[in-house]
C-alpha cells in the first residue's frame, strides 16, 4: 500500500500538491502549524498511486511518499 506523509511543521500552505495531486488524495485541512500556516493533509491515503508528484512540487519538502 502507498502511503503519503505530510510534516506539517515543515508546510507554508501554498497548496502546490493539493492542485497537482492527480488522484485529490490531498487537501488543505483546518489546522494551523506552530508558524500559523494551514497545511496540507492526506486526506484520501488509499488512493495515492506513489506518482511523487506532490513531493517534487511541494517547496518546502513537506511530503514524503512511502510506496
Known amino acids: 500500500m502507498d502511503s503519503v ?9 501554498c497548496g502546490y ?8 488524495v ?3 485541512g483546518e489546522s494551523a502549524n506552530r508558524m ?4 496540507a493533509v492526506a486526506a484520501r491515503p488509499d488512493q495515492c498511486i506513489a506518482c511523487k508528484l506532490c513531493a ?8 514524503e511518499i512511502f510506496k
Open 5 to 13: 506523509k505530510i510534516i506539517s511543521e515543515n508546510c507554508k500552505g
Open 26 to 28: 490531498l487537501e488543505m
Open 36 to 39: 500559523g500556516y494551514r497545511y
Open 17 to 24: 500538491c493539493v492542485v497537482v495531486c492527480p488522484k485529490k
Open 56 to 63: 517534487v512540487m511541494c517547496p518546502d519538502s513537506a511530503i
